[in-house]
């Protein structure tokens, strides 16, 4: 935001340098990028946050010199004679967009002699970098680096109907603006039309066919409030942008339209020649009630960490215009002025404090307390797991909460809700996720474009459901895990993370539909008997909706369950001295049996030297009969007072196979 020193001192009494301005604007939060003297003039450049949007204009800058100070701060003067019939008899407006447009006024002048400016106006106006047009435009340009409201004069007799209408641009209009661009309009824009068509963008720019020219003797002023979402998006649209859209796109004072136009008015009437039709049209639709907010001394103190006396407190927030009144219990209630809808909280009036007067006034500590805080119980578990899925070469993703309604719908299933936002920025994906594997396929298909081999994913993040109608939406923790591995090895990832957490936790599947899994891989997966979650390898309607070269395998647990997990004691053995002894054993056994049956029935058996049951892997084909299937193990056999003889293995493995005969029916493969 440009600035003009002369101009500046027109709405504050400060006479000090620029250079003595340059350090106060900085120490009150506008730090200043450059000065440069103009003329007679000085010109600073404030660097203005965006939700500061009130000092995007020199009133705006001038109350915060006069808060810092304490010198006298005033408003311009916006006296003016009206005469002539009524606006409304004149003119009228419609606003069919209540929603994108909070106010919308327009007032008359008549008898506008449009020519030169005054040099004054001319001078400043280039000080801050705008060249001078005609009286007119140069009166609104004025009035939008003076308040930071922008403003719009049409060339009354260039409107149809001679009236005014705010409307949502129609399918395939048209128009063309001041700058001879011609842009392609669509229904989520919003224009000022006429009786007939499009002769405005809201907010942004005007139309070529409405524009005051030399010819132009009546003047229709337009003041008003646009949503700042709608005129961000429609200038980032058409690439169409000005100081005006600036403004609005980082919202500005609504009470502050009706003023700008007045003063505007006084300004045509004086400089112009124009005669102030009486009256306002003023479409309001809704007003809002002033915030009030309640600032505690006792917690002022507290963040601050240093005493500021009652009447400075209450001096600085008059000032900046809170009408502060002290309630007699150690706190102040402050009304906020229209102008700073950046102030909602008790913390925002405490920095207003702070920074007029001043955070060189805060004391700098030479030395400062740290609280050394342990890890809770979650953080515990999520190290633990994630150091697993590490271990095991899983990569950590982190996406974005958003998931579109194609990808959910695939792994959800019909019948599903999920949880939606309402912002008009996300109409494809505005619903949060339900699940994270839709996040983690994305992933792997970014991989797969790029070259990627195998790569596996996990992701630690919250999910969502919805609790049904006038219920509070459900959140949980969920880990989602995501292998070009098969599904075993899946399986033994899911046992890592759960041995991460309890060492002697049982991991178990048993098959289940899942929605998203191919025909009889889908699992439900349960840790000590409690179910956890889910997995399977990816059906081909999945991985053809992500465009996958090859299947995967996915899992998706709750975090929350698995945090349950007690960690429990850990035992240190010694390394056994003796040798162990292997073997690998293929078994035809039933369909139906599962891989958990036979590790119970071998750990039941009462084998001596067993030490550990590996799972190697399943065949099914030829030399299986049949509704059998060949599945093939590893045990682990040794002593801790000696070396196992081959004898001692042999007796070993024959009692296993003859329990796993009685109890399955299992025979060895020949």
């Not at 935001?1 to 900085?26: F, H, P, Q």
């Not at 139309?207 to 980032?236: C, N, Q, W």
């Not at 342990?374 to 590490?390: F, H, I, K, M, P």
């Not at 179910?531 to 899992?555: I, K, P």
Request: aromatic share 6%; hydrophobic share 40%; with cysteine.
């Amino acid at each position: 935001m440009k600035i003009s020193l002369a101009w500046l001192r027109e709405y504050v009494d400060y006479e000090g340098a620029v250079e003595a301005l340059e350090e106060l604007l900085t120490g009150v939060g506008f730090p200043v990028e450059e000065v440069r003297q103009v003329g007679s003039d000085w010109m600073l450049d404030v660097e203005v946050t965006s939700n500061r949007s009130d000092c995007l204009g020199h009133i705006g800058v001038a109350r915060e010199v006069a808060a810092a100070t304490g010198a006298a701060f005033r408003m311009p003067s916006v006296d003016f004679s009206e005469g002539g019939a009524s606006v409304s008899e004149r003119t009228s407006v419609t606003n069919e967009a209540s929603d994108l447009c909070g106010r919308y006024t327009a007032r008359l002048v008549e008898g506008v002699k449009v020519g030169p400016s005054p040099s004054w106006m001319v001078e400043r106006l280039e000080t801050v970098g705008l060249r001078g047009i005609n009286n007119v435009v140069d009166i609104t340009n004025y009035i939008l680096m003076e308040v930071g409201q922008p403003l719009h004069a049409f060339d009354f007799a260039r409107l149809a109907e001679g009236r005014i209408v705010v409307r949502r641009a129609k399918a395939g209009e048209r128009m063309v603006t001041i700058d001879h661009s011609t842009v392609d309009l669509d229904e989520s824009m919003l224009v000022i039309a006429d009786g007939r068509s499009a002769v405005a963008l809201a907010g942004i720019m005007g139309g070529l066919s409405s524009e005051v020219g030399d010819g132009t003797e009546a003047v229709l002023l337009e003041s008003a409030h646009f949503d700042p979402l709608s005129i961000r998006s429609t200038s980032r649209s058409l690439g169409v942008s000005s100081e005006s859209s600036f403004r609005f796109e980082r919202d500005v004072d609504v009470e502050m339209a009706e003023w700008a136009s007045r003063r505007a008015a006084s300004l045509l009437a004086e400089l112009a020649g124009g005669q102030v039709i009486s009256g306002v049209v003023d479409s309001f639709p809704k007003k809002v009630d002033a915030c009030r907010v309640r600032m505690r001394l006792s917690r002022l103190r507290s963040l601050v960490g240093i005493e500021i006396a009652l009447e400075e407190v209450v001096g600085i927030l008059g000032r900046l215009g809170f009408e502060p009144v002290y309630d007699g219990e150690e706190a102040v209630v402050c009304t906020v002025p229209s102008w700073r809808g950046d102030v909602t909280r008790e913390v925002d009036l405490i920095e207003e404090v702070i920074r007029v007067h001043g955070y060189d006034k805060v004391p700098v500590r030479k030395e400062i307390a740290i609280r050394v805080v342990t890890q809770d119980r979650y953080q515990q578990s999520v190290g633990r797991a994630t150091g697993a899925l590490s271990g095991c070469g899983f990569y950590e993703t982190v996406n974005v909460s958003f998931v579109e309604d194609r990808h959910w719908e695939a792994l959800m299933g019909e019948g599903f809700e999920p949880v939606r936002v309402q912002d008009m920025s996300r109409r494809s994906n505005n619903a949060l996720r339900p699940s994270l594997l839709a996040s983690l396929l994305g992933v792997r298909k970014r991989n797969q474009d790029v070259g990627n081999g195998r790569c596996d994913l996990y992701e630690l993040a919250a999910v969502h459901a919805s609790g049904g109608a006038g219920a509070v939406p459900q959140e949980r923790i969920s880990l989602a895990l995501c292998s070009d591995g098969d599904f075993w090895e899946l399986r033994g990832v899911v046992e890592a993370v759960a041995t991460s957490l309890n060492r002697k936790a049982q991991v178990s599947c048993e098959g289940a539909a899942v929605s998203w899994a191919a025909s009889g891989t889908g699992a439900r997966i349960l840790v000590d008997g409690v179910a956890v979650g889910v997995m399977g390898r990816a059906s081909e309607r999945v991985v053809e909706l992500f465009d996958l070269s090859d299947v995967v395998s996915l899992a998706e647990l709750d975090f929350g369950q698995l945090n349950q997990l007690e960690p429990g004691e850990v035992g240190i053995v010694p390394l056994s001295r003796y040798p162990g002894v292997r073997r690998d054993l293929s078994l035809v056994i039933g369909e139906s049996a599962s891989w958990q049956e036979v590790v119970d029935v071998i750990n039941g058996a009462g084998a001596a030297y067993l030490q550990a049951t590996r799972f190697v892997g399943i065949y099914r084909g030829k030399g299986v009969a049949s509704g059998k299937k060949s599945l093939t193990l590893s045990l682990d056999f040794r002593r801790e007072d000696q070396t196992l003889t081959h004898e001692e293995v042999d007796a070993e493995q024959e009692r296993l196979l003859a329990v796993l005969k009685e109890k399955l029916g299992a025979t060895l493969r020949g």
